[in-house]
Nanobody
Framework: QVQLVESGGGLVQPGGSLRLSCVASGSLFGIYSMGWYRQAPGKERDLVARIFSGGSANYAPSVKGRFTISYNVTKTPMFLHMNSLKIEDTAVYYC?????????WGRGTQVTVSS
């Protein structure tokens, strides 16, 4: 079984930075993509950033240029570097990984951007 655990969330002022981490346990064989979602109360869970096995990555327009997704050769840990944070970035952030058979989810970490 694959388990994902996020960490690194917290309270930060607008304009500040955070780095989220995602550690995976279990067999990662067959994983071809990894990414981060976020969800604010009363809103849909939206894809923020996604990276593929070939190294290509894409980002939601709202975070492009501010967030960067990265990984190591074993695909864990995975990171989301968040810079120039805005109030609207406040959400629970979830780590996710895709295999051909299943999408895996972490339980989330809270990011609060407030002055």
């Amino acid at each position: 079984q694959v388990q994902l655990v996020e960490s690194g969330g917290g309270l930060v002022q607008p304009g500040g930075s955070l780095r989220l981490s995602c550690v995976a346990s279990g067999s990662l064989f067959g994983i071809y993509s990894m990414g981060w979602y976020r969800q604010a109360p009363g809103k849909e869970r939206d894809l923020v950033a996604r990276i593929f096995s070939g190294g290509s990555a894409n980002y939601a327009p709202s975070v492009k240029g501010r967030f960067t997704i990265s990984y190591n050769v074993t695909k864990t840990p995975m990171f989301l570097h968040m810079n120039s944070l805005k109030i609207e970035d406040t959400a629970v952030y979830y780590c996710s990984m895709w295999s051909t058979q299943q999408q895996y989810w972490g339980r989330g970490t809270q990011v609060t951007v407030s002055s």
